[in-house]
Each structure stands twice: as C-alpha cells, then as structure tokens.
C-alpha cells in the first residue's frame, strides 16, 4: 500500500498525522516510555528488545458465523498516539498501517504466548512476518497487546454466514532489535 492511498484512507476514516520531521515528513509521536502495565509471563518481549512506540487502541473484534459457532474474522480498530492523535490503522493480517508515514508491520501470534483476561479477548506476544518502509514500523520485531477490555465472541449458536462485530480497547506496544 503506498503512502497516499493510506493518506487516502486516513482522511475517509477522519484520521490526522501528528507532527513533521526537520525534513518536512510526518513524524509519529509515540510514548516515550511503557506504562506501568502488568505483563503476563507468556507475553513478555524477548531480551535484546527495545520499546519503540505504545498505542491506545479502540475498535471492533469482528466474527463470522461457521458451523453453528462464532469464529474470528478479523479486527479493525484504530491507534493513538499520547496526545490521542490516531495515528495508525490495524486490521486483518494482523497489521498495522502509519497513517503518517505508510509504514507497515504484519505479525502473527508467537505459539504459547497468550494470556487469558476474563470478559476480554487475550493478551497476545506477536513477532513480525514482515515490515514495510523506513518510518515507524520499518524494524517492528514484537507486537504486543496488553490491557485488554471486551471483543470476545458471542456465546451461544449462530446461524452460517452471519457476522458480528464487537468493541474492544487494548494497549498495543511495538519492539525493535536493541542493537
């Protein structure tokens, strides 16, 4: 996806950059340093890692309907920065698009790295497939999503082919080789 078919999405979805480089590029603005969040043994970012961004997220856990039960779809949410900017888009693959610089990262779930919060989808430790450009996620190597609130599944049955979207907030954090 090229900068300004994301720039393009970021003004349908009423999204704004938030600063500019000595270069005249947008810049993001991320946390400087992590909140003082608990982290889960079982997501925790491996040595040799360095904090480079922390995003507030508020979104939906979409879920389509197989064989009587809900199943994961796909998430859409949008992040902030410290200055409640949104910044970034995050949809299925997982991946998170900069809305300011076009950079992306797509993750997927490390195996065993999850932990379950009650009334909540999991908190999940992420390393990245692939990372796209020099901006804010140009060296992503772990993802993570902490503090998490709502976006669990429905109980119950479900008839095929229905979908179902449900809110969900979480912290996401994003790491790079410390070296």
Not at 10 to 32: E, I, N, Q, R
């Amino acid at each position: 996806m090229n900068v300004r078919l994301v720039a393009g999405v970021a003004a349908l979805l009423g999204l704004a950059a938030c600063g500019t480089s000595t270069a005249g590029t947008p810049t993001p603005t991320p946390v400087a340093q992590a909140e003082n969040v608990p982290v889960a043994a079982a997501v925790q970012v491996p040595a040799g890692q360095k904090l480079v961004g922390e995003y507030r997220a508020a979104g939906v856990q979409t879920y389509s309907c197989t064989g009587n039960a809900w199943k994961a779809l796909e998430p859409t949410a949008t992040l902030v920065d410290k200055s409640d900017k949104p910044i970034i888009i995050h949809s299925r693959g997982p991946v998170w698009i900069s809305t300011v610089d076009g950079s992306a990262v797509e993750a997927a779930p490390v195996d065993g790295a999850k932990n379950d919060v009650k009334g909540a989808v999991p908190e999940l430790l992420l390393k990245t497939r692939t990372a796209r450009g020099d901006g804010l996620f140009g060296k992503v190597t772990y993802v993570q999503r902490l503090a998490t609130e709502g976006g669990v599944a429905p109980s119950g049955g479900c008839k095929a082919g229905e979908q179902t979207s449900v809110p969900y907030k979480a912290l996401y954090t994003f790491y790079a080789a410390a070296n």
